[in-house]
């Protein structure tokens, strides 16, 4: 039958369902210390950017690999990001407390660095997966050349957030251990790989081009 031959649609499909399975998998696995979850954003988005670029890596060997390459660097920036996102949170916090004259204007000053702090955080680890080189030096590219891609860059940002917040709203609904177990079997890797179909091409454009054009040359 048409739809279960090796390059069919369904085929292909069901195939990148597995790959996001074993990548939500192992991130939860590795994830497991709390500190190495950056490592862990780390490798699985190494993997993911290469499935993204159509090519075809060892997801299991490769996953370490970058797990165990990026481990001090992605703890750093994770811990980093961390601390700034809980020091945004608490400076919203205290202004939604208080009563003053420039309530507003700080709100409004305060929701604006968290955007940007948004686009960092979710940036961040892709990039650490892509480039080589010092992580500030890395964070700082990539933030700028975020900013250029407009509506893309905000796709990433409401994919990654929107399941976490999704899952906070549904913590006291029956329903909330069916849902959690989805993200954790699927989310994660579907969520790194739908990424990774933009990053990449924010990333290396050239590469995407050059895997493209091994794949048309493999189906002829």
Known sequence: ??????????????????DCMLLSILWLFTSIPIITIGA????????????????HPALVSGYFAAFKKNILRSTAVFLALTGT?????LDLWCVLQWETPFQ????????????????????????????EGKPAQILKKVFFRSLSKGIYTVFVVVLSVFPPLFLARRAADSSFGQWLML??????????????LHLVRLFDPERVEAAAGESAEDGE
């Open 1 to 18: 039958m048409n739809f279960l031959q090796r390059d069919s649609f369904l085929t292909r499909v069901l195939s990148r369902l597995i």
């Open 40 to 55: 862990s954003t780390t490798a699985a988005y190494s993997v993911a950017l290469k499935l993204a670029a159509g090519e």
């Open 85 to 89: 996102g809980l020091f945004i949170g």
């Open 104 to 131: 507003f204007a700080l709100e409004v000053l305060i929701l604006s660095v968290g955007f940007f702090y948004l686009i960092l955080a979710t940036h961040a680890f892709p990039a650490l997966a892509f480039y």
């Open 183 to 196: 993200f954790l079997l699927v989310g994660n890797g579907a969520i790194c790989y739908f990424n990774s």
